[in-house]
């Protein structure tokens, strides 16, 4: 039994309407510019970050801060190394994955190669993180962790994993992880209730899911974890990027459908940024409807929330702290590793939906302008409690405090954590900055920063260079954008339209006030094409929204599939094609048996199997009647 989907072109009328930008009522209340203005050169902490963390020759108190782990459980046949969760551990023996496979990470993003380091190959040593019990088979916080206690605990570590897959494929034994991963998490999102027959979301508004008994954590206290939806959908929808098959595709929305219809604001910790990430992806590739307004609010506004968890507001103690991100409602509470991970999530959603290109621009120059705070050389001495150690031994400020409190015992801003070694400078935290550090550059300009949409845009190599700058100055600014060699057209994303053909080298833009422009370099000359709203140059997409409007899109079948997976002699088996219109057009289904028409016209299909062997091809078409159907 077979089925096949396709993609039909439908026809494209065309007009000059520009996207139309959707504001975040928590970044409207930021400052355009935060005051006082002082931009670090997040790739050199990046780059210093590794240095330090990463030398086993330092010496000094709780120096160094990385060894070599040559006990491996997992995989036995080579070391591993573990970092400190913070400086001053009391034991070095708990590495976790949430600290060591990001600084890893966040090193490749600044062009570091952590294959062959010093004689180390530290991205073979994060293997030790994949838990090899049959009861797990994948990433946890810990070589012998268990799942199921906390969800963003057991989620990002495979998250993590996935992302150093993209950048290191060819490594150990991480093409058996990566599928062994997918399944694990599929399984999990059907025995939550996604399926295909009928169609139906999964049911994930747990604090955690324990993999061995397949069964969830029904504890609530301290808080259920639903955001963990956003991280599922986002791990099983690169699967399928990766392998292409559609059982992963499919498990994505399932989880994706029931993250969309949460009524209330799921948002804690880092699983949510990457939701609207695999959202607004899905919507660009696949056609789906989901709520990206409603979920991006909800990463950044933190009124009904359980852990009122947002994004903060206000200057602390004459500093700008807007656009950091912890527990933001009422005394803010923020920490160094939350804002970087919900950057590396949502600087590339903005390629996919550019209608949030200026918000995202505002507060990346927010979080990014007071994300300097955590560290040591950026505030007095009396309003931090770990300075001492790295005035002597981290004299450049690599390491950040893990946290950052609004007022603490009448003294505001004041950099501290969680107290859990003898400082609070967090590697759990700081291992993260390569990913702002990969990100962020500046322009000629002081305020308008160049943000690479592409450097955490994984799984994904099949695109321009593509940069976000936002002005956030009250007229409008020139500035000089570096093109390269060859020439290139700018195209600008958010207004659909080309700003300069033919350009190389340093090409001079210009910005209206309080406006974004998405550049993509395209290059010259290239065949443009369109796929409904999709405008492409050479067959790649370079606008998922262009000034195409589609008068009506093709259905799309979202699954095919029985309710059998064996069909016995003279069997009667029901099979199901679930499709979906983004117009909200009704559908009508027609079915074939091999080639012969079947009187059926609904979307499932109650077959009697023969009493011989035999072979047969079952197909659906879907038609709304107006676009060509698709079967």
């Known amino acids: 039994m077979k089925s096949s989907i396709k993609t039909i072109v439908i026809f494209i009328l065309v007009s000059n309407v520009y996207t139309q930008q959707i504001s975040i009522s928590r970044v409207e209340q930021m400052p355009n510019l935060p ?67 990001p600084a890893v990470i966040g090193a490749s993003l600044v062009g570091i190669d952590k294959r062959d380091q010093n004689g180390y190959n530290w991205v073979l040593g994060c293997e030790e993180w994949f838990n090899k019990r049959p009861e797990e088979n994948v990433y946890l916080n810990g070589p012998t962790a268990q799942s199921g206690d906390d969800w963003w605990y057991a989620m990002m570590p495979n998250v993590f994993f996935y992302q150093l897959y993209d950048l290191y494929p060819e490594t150990g034994d991480f093409a058996h992880q990566l599928n062994s991963v997918a399944d ?64 992963y595709r499919i498990g994505a929305e399932w989880a994706m459908e029931f993250l969309n219809g949460f009524s209330g604001n799921p948002s804690y910790e880092l699983q949510l940024p990457y939701g609207v990430y695999a959202a607004a992806r899905m919507n660009a590739e696949l056609g789906t409807t989901y709520d990206i307004e409603k979920m991006l609010n909800g990463c950044f506004d933190p009124e009904h929330n359980v852990r009122d968890w947002g994004v903060t507001l206000g200057n602390w103690g004459g500093y700008d702290c807007y656009g950091l991100v912890g527990e933001a409602k009422n005394d803010g509470y923020a920490f160094v590793m939350n804002g970087f991970e919900m950057a590396g999530a949502l600087v590339p959603m903005v390629r996919y939906d550019e209608r949030f290109a200026r918000a995202i621009g505002k507060w990346m120059l927010n979080l990014a302008n007071a994300s300097r705070l955590f560290y040591t050389n950026y505030l007095p001495a009396e309003n931090q409690d770990s300075e001492a150690w790295a005035y002597e031994y981290d004299p450049n400020s690599y390491i950040a405090h893990e946290s950052m409190r609004e007022d603490w015992m009448g003294i505001s801003p004041y950099a501290t954590g969680d107290n859990w070694g003898a400082t609070n400078l967090s590697l759990y935290g700081a291992s993260h900055v390569g990913i702002i550090g990969g990100i ?30 936002y002005n956030p100055h009250a007229e409008p600014k020139t500035i000089s954008v570096d093109v390269g060699t060859q020439l290139v057209d700018l195209y600008d994303a ?69 309710d059998s997976t064996t ?31 079947v009187d059926c016209d609904s979307s499932v299909l109650f077959w009697s199997g023969p009493a011989v062997d035999s072979v047969f091809t079952i197909q659906c078409s879907v038609s709304d009647g107006i676009a060509p159907p698709v079967s």
């Open 35 to 101: 005051s006082p203005y002082l931009m670090r050169d997040w790739k050199q902490v990046a780059l210093g970050y590794d240095s330090l963390v990463f030398d086993l020759n330092r010496t000094g108190d709780y120096l160094p801060l990385i060894w070599i782990n040559t006990n491996t459980i997992n995989y036995p046949n080579h070391n591993s190394f573990g970092l400190h969760t913070v400086v001053g551990t009391p034991s070095p023996s708990n590495a976790e994955a949430i600290n060591v496979l």
């Open 494 to 562: 958010v207004n659909n339209e080309f700003l300069d053909q033919s350009a190389s080298a340093q090409t001079m833009i210009t910005i209206p006030a309080d406006e974004a422009r998405l550049l993509v370099l395209v290059p010259a000359g290239g065949t443009i094409t369109y796929a409904e709203e999709k405008m492409l140059v050479n067959g790649v997409v370079v606008d998922y929204n262009s000034d195409n409007i589609v008068g009506n899109h093709s259905p799309r079948i979202k699954a095919l599939d029985t």
């Open 184 to 247: 694990q998490w599929l399984k999990a999102v059907e025995t939550m209730g996604g399926s295909a027959t009928p169609w139906k979301k999964a049911s994930m508004n747990y604090r955690g899911w324990y993999l061995e008994t397949m069964t969830g954590n029904t504890d609530e206290y301290p808080y259920y974890e639903p955001e963990a939806a956003g991280a599922i959908a986002w791990l099983l929808y690169n699967a399928y990027i990766k392998t292409g098959d559609s059982k």
């Open 440 to 469: 962020i550059d500046t322009t000629n300009v002081q305020g308008i920063l160049k943000l690479d949409l592409l450097k955490t845009d994984f799984f994904q190599d099949n695109a321009y260079p593509s940069y976000l700058f």
């Open 567 to 597: 069909i016995l002699y003279n069997q009667s088996i029901n099979i199901y094609c679930t499709a979906a219109d983004r117009d909200l057009n009704p559908l009508s289904y027609s079915w074939t048996i091999n080639g012969e028409t």
